[in-house]
């Protein structure tokens, strides 16, 4: 069922919806002709060998979100009238940040290429992202990917592309529905105008339907467009799959009635179709680029061990039963490069200890290829908390400084990623930043 396009003859829907399709799944190389699909489908291939060569260095990263422009570009560029005044100060501020994180000892940038359903590169799938310009679909003037891979490798930084897989806006308000309704004019249209038979409404924003086949393909098709045609080190995804609240649920019933009957339950075929995005993604870099990582950064909580043996001693949210993310699994199966769990509790915090899931996760890895990566919450470090008091003391130093030593003592743990870049930058944190200079700074 596409929405019907007022205005538009049948036949040039049918041009459009067929022009999404094809970009989909054939992605048009600068370079040279691509192969005849770069989806590649998860049933009838073996597992890759996902673990490439690790540098003797560990992860030292920082998540840079470009959603809401949380961190970049600055929101007093977005409205300047001059393209050429917009562009320089977007890029200054970009060059600003990375010579920031050089001095810092942070050596990969993950940046979010893929806020929500749209790009932060010229695609050919994707409208342009409205963080840049204001408005969705407006060319920015200039390649935001292509410009932060040539400035961090030139810095000796890796860039690891986020991507948020299933998110298409951050809100449902009439203003943003008919920013998206302007998108059908404009090579590409956004999905939600599209597809609108593909939308869903959940946590109060509109997001895909994982349990769509046609909707795995095409996010593969969006990671597979990136890794075609950029230098990128490696891919990323959050931890979005099924989002909903207990006042915004997900209605996939009718997606659930065509396509989950043979499942024991609803909730099986969830993780059915969350596994099945991530081994297509994982089979399709490895057959485009075997060098390119692809690693996921789940909520920090897997399962809980009042639900599961196999479950971490905690009492939090719990992926695998919230998101349906099997993430556990997908480490067994050998479908990631390195999973990066979102430890965001202190020490102290016993519904959810840092160590006691440091460790737990650290035990999941050891037997496979997988590489862990730790989530570390800066943008808790000092911020007062009553549940959480310990993020405030000193600075939030001893508590950063702890989880740090812990991450850099046990042999499973391969590195340390902060949340969130422009975390660095207040305030609250200085403290804490003067003590990564001296820990990790050049």
Known sequence: MIISLRGVSPVTQVKKIGTLVAAALLVVSCSSKPPSSLVTPSGNQ?????KSPQNSEPMRGVWLATVSRLDWPP??????????IRINKQKEALTAKLDNLKQ?????VFFQVKPDGTALWPSKILPWSDTLTGKIGENPGYDPLQFMLDEAHKRGMKVHAWFNPYRVTTNTKPSTVAELNRTLSQQPASIFVLHRDWIRTSSDRFVLDP????????????????VTNYPVDGVQFDDYFYTETPGSALNDNQTWRTYGQ??????????????????????TIKQLKPGVEFGVSPAGVWRNR????LGSDTRGAAAYDESFADTRQWVKLGLLDYIAPQLYWPFARDAARYDVLAKW???????????????????????????????????????????????????????????????LNQPQTRQAVNYLKTRWGH
């Open 46 to 50: 073996s597992q890759p060998s996902v």
């Open 361 to 423: 996760w650290a035990d999941v890895v050891k037997p496979t290829n997988t590489r862990l990566y730790i989530g570390v919450a800066l943008y808790k470090v000092g911020e007062p908390s009553r549940k959480e008091p310990d993020w405030a003391i000193n600075g939030g130093v001893p508590e950063l400084s702890k989880q740090i030593d812990l991450n850099e003592s046990i042999p499973g743990i391969n590195g340390t990623i902060l949340f969130r870049e422009d975390n």
């Open 306 to 309: 009042s639900h599961d043996p």
């Open 262 to 283: 043979q499942y024991a339950s609803k909730a099986d075929w969830r993780r059915h179709n969350t596994q099945s995005l991530i081994e297509q993604v994982s089979h």
């Open 75 to 84: 929101v007093n560029t977005v409205n300047i009238s001059s393209p050429a």
């Open 211 to 226: 349990g769509i086949p046609e909707v795995r393909d095409w996010i593969t098709s969006i990671v597979a467009e990136v």
């Open 104 to 108: 810092l000892g942070i050596n990969t």
